[in-house]
């Protein structure tokens, strides 16, 4: 059976050319720093943000951990938002394995952090208060509908964390989809954060890995983090040489997920019983809602499930579907297909 499957972009498989770099791999120990793909790989990362130095880690989830440790010591606190993957989704990590606290504040429907709530969570100097040392930011948004910061306001942020003296992590799982949607370079998202995390398994279809990137200090410091939480790998090449091809092909063809996700946004709103904002489409996620009586998401789910689409019920009446390499606009119409057919 064709399954066109939208549940994430992390689903992606690896491309002719990813697996035949894979093969050819230069390799080496890279606890030794001796790995050459790990370190071009890193290189060519760094480079592309505009940072001294990267660092290639298991997931997203190990880049957010590892910088936020290397940022903070127990018991000090990093200002988050309240949708973010990192207090969501990211099984508490920094407080369960770092003693970080997350002070979280509420998340504009555009992924945003209003400034003065930013600023009135930071913590005076007192013996009561933990102390604040980092804030994070989150580029795309997931949870925002996949919302993008713009740099003016990164750049606002920026100026706010300097004059508190403090640090600005950015969770760019999808920042090039955020340049792309907004048509900057992605340079001008990552100089206003110390450090950012970018992945390379999801819009950007590589089989594993992210890449943490920040002044050479910092990298240096974020490799032992990384050590400590049992993340140092050895022939790592298999897995930089896809990410080079990654970087190489899969950032100019973001434009095309973009798209889809508006074929797609725009086929559900023409389909009775299901509701979307088609101004809160912005990069490759569409989250949209069961309008109907007896009918809820986790059904109408597994309904497409049958009929060979996959999405993921993300709330009772709400879905969320993921376009990404592999998917084209006839997938999207055999989606919209399935989708009609599944609400009748
Ligand atoms: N997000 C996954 C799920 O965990 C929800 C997805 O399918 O979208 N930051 C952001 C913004 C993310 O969306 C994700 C993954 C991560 C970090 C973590 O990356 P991984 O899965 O590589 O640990």
Redesign the pocket.
């Known amino acids: 059976m064709h399954v066109v499957d939208l549940r994430?972009d992390?689903v992606t498989l690896p491309s002719d050319e990813m697996r035949e770099a894979i093969a050819r791999a230069e390799l080496g120990d890279d606890v030794f720093g001796e790995d050459p793909t790990v370190n071009r790989l890193e290189q060519m990362a760094a480079e592309r943000v505009g940072k001294e130095a990267g660092l290639l880690v298991v997931?997203?989830?190990?880049g957010?951990l590892a910088s936020i440790l290397t940022h903070c010591r127990r018991g000090e606190e990093v200002i988050l938002g309240d949708q973010s993957?990192?207090f969501i989704?990211?099984a508490g990590g920094i407080s369960a394995l770092g003693g970080i606290h997350p002070h979280t504040v509420p998340n504009q429907t555009d992924g945003t952090l209003r400034p003065e709530d930013i600023e009135a969570a930071i913590r005076p100097d007192n013996v009561h208060f933990p102390r604040t040392r980092l804030i994070c930011l989150?580029n795309t948004h997931?949870r925002c509908c996949g919302a993008s910061l713009r740099p003016e306001y990164m750049a606002a942020v920026e100026q706010l964390a300097r004059r508190h003296g403090l640090a600005i992590h950015l969770?760019g799982?999808?920042v090039f989809n955020a340049a792309a949607a907004l048509g900057v370079d992605v340079k001008e998202l990552a100089q206003h954060a110390d450090s950012l995390t970018f992945?390379l398994?999801?819009g950007l279809a590589a089989p594993v890995g992210?890449v943490i990137c920040g002044s050479k200090a910092f990298i240096a410091e974020a490799r032992r983090t990384r050590k400590v939480l049992g993340g140092g790998m050895r022939q790592a090449g298999i897995l930089a040489a896809a990410g080079i091809v990654a970087l190489d092909k899969m950032i100019d063809r973001i434009q095309e997920d973009h798209d889809n996700a508006m074929r797609l946004a725009r086929g559900i709103e023409r389909i009775d019983g299901l509701s979307i904002d088609l101004a809160r489409v912005y990069t490759n996620i569409v989250y949209f809602d069961v309008a109907c009586e007896g009918l809820n998401a986790e059904e109408l789910a597994r309904r497409l499930s049958g009929r060979g689409v996959r999405m993921l019920s993300v709330g009772p009446m709400r879905i969320r579907a993921?376009t990404h390499y592999g998917i084209t606009a006839e997938d999207i119409d055999f989606a919209l297909h399935a989708l009609e057919e599944a609400m009748r």
């Open positions: 994430s992390t997931s997203g989830t190990m957010n993957h990192t989704y990211e989150e997931n969770d799982a999808r992945c398994s999801k992210s993921v």
